[in-house]
T-cell receptor, first 111, second 114 residues
């Protein structure tokens, strides 16, 4: 089955700097890769997703890149703000199988 | 509109007791998921219901865990003979279609087994 590895487990950045979180997956059939953000004490919420027919997707300060050959995808947050502090989860699925989540990255943005 | 709701929000039970956790998905959402999140850990998939198809139970950790979804709407996750390692937050999510649609999560049920 699918296995998703996520790095780093914790990440601290200064406000205004960029943050990058990386995930690798094992199943070459996976073609859907969402990212969820979970603020402390709250429920996870989708922030961006990418499908395997594109290599990059942007939404304001957030971007996701996908390398199908290497089977890895990354989340990029630019101009970080304190409200970006949260746990971020990557996930992968073939569409016919449930999402497999990474273990999460705790991002702290230091003002 | 109303989001995904779960009840109870907190449940404390003694080891060996059975518990039932309830999930009310967003109206019209055909897919419903249960996850378990242990303290500081990721989201562990438990079970997935999609329309009238047989549920995907591949994530259930033992036969003490079961779930049903009545009438394509409300779902109940049942844990029999609870153990201390069952202590976690149980999250339910629903989506309007298959796995490739955004999943809307409920607030979770925090289960503590003493």
């Amino acid at each position: 089955g699918e296995n998703v590895e996520q790095h780093p487990s914790t990440l601290s950045v200064q406000e205004g700097d960029s943050a990058v979180i990386k995930c690798t997956y094992s199943d070459s059939a996976s073609n859907y890769f969402p990212w969820y953000k979970q603020e402390l004490g709250k429920r996870p919420q989708l922030i961006i997703d990418i499908r395997s027919n594109v290599g990059e997707k942007k939404d304001q300060r957030i971007a996701v890149t996908l390398n199908k050959t290497a089977k890895h995808f990354s989340l990029h947050i630019t101009e970080t703000q304190p409200e970006d502090s949260a746990v971020y989860f990557c996930a992968a699925s073939s569409g016919n199988t449930p999402l497999v989540f990474g273990k999460g990255t705790r991002l702290s943005v230091i003002a | 509109g109303a989001g995904v709701s779960q009840s109870p929000s907190n449940k404390v039970t003694e080891k060996g007791k059975d518990v039932e956790l309830r999930c009310d998905p967003i109206s019209g959402h055909t897919a419903l998921y249960w996850y378990r999140q242990s303290l500081g850990q990721g989201l562990e998939f438990l079970i997935y219901f999609q329309g009238n198809s047989a549920p995907d139970k591949s994530g259930l950790p033992s036969d003490r865990f079961s779930a049903e979804r009545t009438g394509g709407s409300v779902s109940t996750l049942t844990i029999q003979r609870t153990q201390q390692e069952d202590s976690a937050v149980y999250l339910c999510a629903s989506s309007p279609g298959s796995v490739k649609y955004e999943q809307y999560f409920g607030p979770g049920t925090r289960l503590t087994v003493t």
